[in-house]
């Protein structure tokens, strides 16, 4: 199999204006595309996701998920409080516990569609 082609050898003289015109119609804001930047940095944290694996299957409170990761509470509070600023988690309370999940079904849809990613 060739690997990519070197882009320095390319002959790329030719603008496509209208293909280029077509997709600057649809690309979102910059400021957008920036959200979406810090949405995807927040996965390149094994512990993060690993705390996103575990509320996929259930929601847990914060000793609950430093049992299961072997970590401590305030190493779990820390990764869930990104966690929650990205809006990819969110809270509630139960008396004196606070239980965590996934903030909706695209959170598990991401963590999905990135699992069947990279196990082709």
């Known amino acids: 199999m060739k690997g990519a082609p070197d882009v320095e050898s390319l002959d790329c003289s030719i603008i496509h204006e209208e293909v280029v015109s077509a997709v600057r119609e649809k690309m979102p804001d910059d400021e957008l ?17 690993k705390i996103l694996c575990a509320l996929l299957r259930a929601e847990m409170c914060v000793c609950d998920i ?14 869930l409080r990104t966690l929650r600023q990205t809006r990819l988690v969110k809270y509630r309370r139960e008396g004196k516990v ?23």
């Open 33 to 49: 595309l920036l959200d979406i930047a810090d949405l995807f940095k927040v996965f390149s944290d094994s512990t993060r996701v």
């Open 66 to 79: 430093a049992a299961l990761l072997g970590m401590s509470k305030s190493a779990i509070s820390h990764q």
């Open 98 to 120: 606070v239980y965590y999940s996934l903030e909706d079904e695209h959170v598990g849809t991401i963590f999905a569609q990135g699992l069947a990613h990279v196990s082709e």
